[in-house]
T-cell receptor
Framework: GNSVTQMEGPVTLSEEAFLTINCTYT??????LFWYVQYPGEGLQLLLK?????DKGSNKGFEATYRKETTSFHLEKGSVQVSDSAVYFC?????????FGTGTRLTIIP | SQTIHQWPATLVQPVGSPLSLECTVE??????LYWYRQAAGRGLQLLFY??????ISSEVPQNLSASRPQDWQFILSSKKLLLSDSGFYLC??????????FGSGTRLTVV
């Protein structure tokens, strides 16, 4: 079946540091890939997505590239802010359902 | 525009009591609907999904059940709650390539 392996947290960075959160997947076929973000006390919001190999999703300074050869979809941001503190989930979608990774808690300190 | 409603936002229930969480969507027809659970310190686990009225697929066997009586309505139920049912429950919908949209969640504490 489909699965998503996500970098274990928690991750703590200083403001303006470079961020990478690793995500790899196992799937049959050609899934779509997503990053969702959960701010404290809230539900999930779509951060970015990519629907085919070599696509790059981007939003709010975050980027991730769909790498079929390495089955990866790593999340990156060049300069993080305190407001980026949240839990980040990598996910993949087949035709019927969304499968999530375990989530990575990110804390940015001023 | 499409909207998703989930309630209640928080719920405290005693062990052995019944549960009913409701999720409704507006502005779309025949969406796929989902119930996820996020236990404390853990990721998101898919519990049930539905591709149409009366069609329910269960991902994890447990004492929870789901029903879809209307195209726009998805209900999560239990006859007798366990302590291990505590968590954050999220409803979501998807349609074609539109992507997935989540409700605001219900935090359930079983005491």
């Amino acid at each position: 079946g489909n699965s998503v392996t996500q970098m274990e947290g928690p991750v703590t960075l200083s403001e303006e540091a470079f961020l990478t959160i690793n995500c790899t997947y196992t799937a049959t076929g050609y899934p779509s890939l997503f990053w969702y973000v959960q701010y404290p006390g809230e539900g999930l919001q779509l951060l970015l997505k990519a629907t085919k190999a070599d696509d790059k999703g981007s939003n709010k300074g975050f980027e991730a590239t769909y790498r079929k050869e390495t089955t990866s979809f790593h999340l990156e941001k060049g300069s993080v802010q305190v407001s980026d503190s949240a839990v980040y989930f990598c996910a993949l979608s087949d035709t019927e359902k969304l499968t999530f990774g375990t989530g990575t808690r990110l804390t940015i300190i001023p | 525009s499409q909207t998703i409603h989930q309630w209640p936002a928080t719920l405290v229930q005693p062990v052995g009591s019944p549960l009913s969480l409701e999720c409704t969507v507006e502005g779309t027809s025949n969406p796929n609907l989902y119930w996820y659970r996020q236990a404390a310190g853990r990721g998101l686990q898919l519990l049930f999904y539905s591709v149409g009225i009366g069609q329910i697929s269960s991902e994890v066997p447990q004492n929870l059940s789901a029903s879809r009586p209307q195209d726009w309505q998805f209900i999560l139920s239990s006859k007798k709650l366990l302590l291990s049912d505590s968590g954050f429950y999220l409803c979501a919908w998807s349609f074609s390539d539109y992507g997935y949209t989540f409700g605001s969640g219900t935090r359930l504490t079983v005491v």
